[in-house]
């Protein structure tokens, strides 16, 4: 098995973002413990209900820390549900990317 350096990067995604991320309306993405390279990369969307993937070759622009305090109230929210474990204030990663 190859090491990951050696690999190509992926980003995991739910199915449920593919026909917005495909028509260019989603072009960001707020991450919890999940680092991402910049440049190009296969975006795999994991559809669970069909038990299967589809992938979508992108690349990623930019990488920058945001703090969960400046996100919207209602987003906060949802990131908490996602994210249950998820402490007080923290680490989070605001990813844009482009098909």
């Known amino acids: 098995m190859q090491p990951y350096e ?31 390279p910049l440049g190009e990369t296969t975006f795999v969307f994991e559809d669970a209900e069909h038990l299967g993937f589809v992938t979508m070759p992108s690349a990623i622009d930019s990488v920058s820390p945001v703090r969960l305090a400046d996100l919207d109230p209602s987003y906060q929210e949802w990131l908490r549900g996602h994210y249950p474990d998820m402490p007080t204030d923290p680490p989070l990663t605001e990813v844009r990317f482009h098909i």
Request: no cysteine; hydrophobic share 25%; glycine share 6%.
């Open 6 to 36: 050696d690999s190509d990067p992926f980003v995991r995604g739910s199915r449920r973002y593919l026909d917005d991320i495909a028509s260019g309306r989603k072009t960001s993405s707020i991450r919890y413990r999940n680092p991402i």
